[in-house]
C-alpha cells in the first residue's frame, strides 16, 4: 500500500483519499455523531429530573418534619 501511494501526487494523499473516505462513509460518521449526541442529550435529562426528584422529596420531608402542615 505505501508504494502505491509513493508515486501519487501529495493532493491525491491529502485531499482526494480523504473526501472520497467523507463521501462513502459520511452518513455513517453522521449517525454515529447523532447518536452521541442524543444519547448525551437524554443523560443530561435524567440528571435534572432526578436531581428535581431529589430536591422535591428533600424539601417536602424537611418541611413535614417540622410540623408545618
Known amino acids: 500500500m505505501r508504494e502505491l ?3 501519487m501526487p501529495w493532493w491525491v494523499k491529502w485531499i482526494a ?3 472520497i473516505a467523507i463521501v462513502v ?3 455513517l460518521i ?7 449526541i442524543g444519547l448525551l ?3 443530561l435529562v ?3 429530573l ?3 426528584l431529589v430536591f422535591v422529596v428533600r424539601k417536602f ?3 413535614s418534619s417540622r410540623g408545618d402542615w
Do not use: H, I
Not at 453522521?30 to 452521541?36: L, R
Open 5 to 7: 501511494f509513493a508515486g
Open 17 to 19: 483519499v480523504p473526501l
Open 25 to 27: 462513509f459520511g452518513g
Open 30 to 36: 453522521a449517525s454515529v455523531v447523532g447518536f452521541v
Open 41 to 43: 442529550f437524554k443523560v
Open 46 to 48: 435524567f440528571v435534572v
Open 50 to 52: 432526578v436531581g428535581g
Open 61 to 63: 420531608t424537611a418541611s
